[in-house]
């Protein structure tokens, strides 16, 4: 009976353990890039929010063993880890929200952004879904997914469990993430704005020169082209911006951007 209790008492331990890093793990499975999507089955999220929990819960034992030998109340913990979860989940998706928004800025620029529109779950225009698309499989082969993993066991150390983060903190922190965004994505979408100024000036000067000539038909092909020209010539420095981004964050997602 001694064995068998002592059996049942670390089986017990070990599913407190594994359920309360699943509170934290699971949202930032939800919305991580890729793993997250709209596309994917909420069964296969499950199944990679277990098996992300099983590989980062051995590494906490040792830091989690006084709140698995005393848990706090279910309900509290509940709601702290999983707001802590999704505060995560929020700052990695921005990232890639910033992507689609520099696609967006960059297809208007340039014409293109009517180009199979409506060809994803989201409607995004074709400039968008190659960056998104791109910027994903780079981050995988970089992984990403590792490195996460890595900075969902640091955030233990800077919120510890059932502990929820000051309210103007988190406010500060959203602010800084949004701003951030923004402008990672309108400094992606730049080269194409500035063009798309030059062309517009350009367009006005030669209709004022020559009134006559419908220069809306000339300049047309000659934006639209320019704009596939610099996607192509532009689209790896663009995710070599956005993944450093990416990874300054994950090493760093709470400090100072």
């Known amino acids: 009976m001694t064995a068998a209790a002592e059996l049942l008492a670390l089986s017990e331990d070990l599913l407190w353990l594994h359920f309360i890093v699943f509170l934290r793990t699971g949202p ?23 098996m992300f929990t099983v590989v980062i819960a051995p590494v906490l034992a040792p830091q989690l063993a006084d709140v698995v030998a005393n848990p706090p109340a279910t309900g509290w913990l509940v709601l702290s880890e999983t707001a802590v979860g999704v505060l995560i989940g929020i700052g990695i998706r921005l990232f890639l929200l910033a992507l689609q928004t520099a696609g967006a800025i960059a297809a208007q620029a340039t014409s293109l952004s009517q180009i199979l529109g409506a060809a ?6 074709a400039m968008g879904h190659l960056l998104v698309v791109g910027g994903l499989a780079l981050a995988m082969m970089l992984g990403l ?4 993993a890595g900075m969902m066991v640091l955030t233990y150390g800077l919120f510890p469990v059932a502990m929820l983060p000051e309210a103007s903190n988190v406010a500060d922190w959203g602010i800084r993430q949004v701003s951030a965004a923004f402008a990672l994505a309108f400094t992606l979408a730049a080269p194409f704005v500035i063009v798309s100024v030059i062309y517009n000036v ?8 020559m009134p006559q000539m ?3 038909f000339v300049g047309a092909p000659v934006i639209t082209g320019m704009g596939l020209l610099m996607l192509f010539l532009l689209a790896p420095t ?6 450093k981004a990416l990874e300054a964050f994950v090493v760093n997602p709470f400090g100072e951007r």
């Open 145 to 148: 997914h590792v490195r996460v």
């Open 28 to 50: 930032v499975m939800a919305l991580f890039p890729g793993f997250g999507e709209s596309s994917v089955p909420v069964r296969i999220k499950l199944m990679l929010a277990i």
């Open 202 to 209: 350009a367009l006005g000067v030669i209709n004022r020169a």
């Open 238 to 243: 663009m995710l070599e911006l956005w993944i």
């Open 214 to 216: 419908m220069v809306v």
């Open 120 to 125: 994803g779950v989201t409607p995004l225009p």
